[in-house]
């Protein structure tokens, strides 16, 4: 199995509402990876989780709370969102980790949660 | 911030054409690696060239790497329709977790 996974493709929630966004992959992958992409601009980096600990945060408002449950798991958080968080979400894997601290590992894709915040 | 820069911002050209996108990058890299991503899509891994390799192929695909002059090429030969995409470089850079995507592609391919 070389794919990731990420549900919902689709959410549309209020500035109050609290969702999640889940990415799951069964390649062994040790690092987990949130993007979140603006039309018509490359993905900037959110989080990165190695062996299921939070490594990188891009200083990230609160309001995006990432967990990794499991090495097979990833969920995005969201709770008082704004209308300019609207965008594609995007989760990636590489294995086996990072290895002496430099990611060597192309990065799997899922094909994303297109969020929308009224 | 976005460390690659890609240029040109967008391509259009024939079926049959060879296309070629430049990227250039500021730090030292441990590799640099091209995506690609249809419409609204997740991205694909196309191709990753390592810091001390120079030139690399797969397929239609040929990339290489300068790191004298931080930048890198993507050429696809013999283009086609289904080619047509948004086409970004990544660096990893040496000493970090991070990987960061240049400014991207548009490549329009016309049959």
């Known amino acids: 199995d070389t794919e990731v996974t990420q549900t919902p493709k689709h959410l549309v929630m209020g500035m109050t509402n609290k969702k999640s966004l889940k990415c799951e992959q069964h390649m062994g992958h040790r690092a987990m990876y949130w993007y979140k992409q603006k039309a018509k601009k490359p993905p900037e980096l959110m989080f990165v989780y190695s062996y299921e600990k939070l490594s990188i945060n891009e200083s990230v408002p609160s309001r995006f709370s990432p967990e990794c449950p499991n090495s097979s798991l990833l969920n995005l958080h969201l709770h008082a969102l704004q209308p300019e968080d609207s965008a594609l979400y995007l989760c990636a894997s590489s294995g086996p980790g990072l290895a002496g601290g430099q990611n060597r590992d192309e990065q799997f894709f899922g094909p994303g949660t297109r969020l929308t915040v009224l | 911030s976005q460390q690659g820069e890609e240029d040109p911002q967008a391509l259009s050209i024939q079926e049959g054409e060879n296309a070629t996108m430049n990227c250039s990058y500021k730090?030292?890299?441990?590799?640099l690696q091209w995506y690609r991503q249809n419409s609204g899509r997740g991205l694909v891994h196309l191709i990753l060239?390592?810091?001390?390799?120079r030139e690399k192929h797969s397929g239609r695909l040929r990339v290489t790497l300068d790191t004298s002059k931080k930048s890198s090429s993507l050429l696809i030969t013999a283009s086609r329709a289904a080619d047509t995409a948004s086409y970004f470089c990544a660096t990893a850079y040496t000493g970090g977790f991070k990987t960061i995507f240049g400014a991207g592609t548009r490549l329009f391919v016309k049959a």
């Open positions: 060239i390592r810091s001390n390799e």
């Open positions: 730090t030292s890299i441990n590799n």
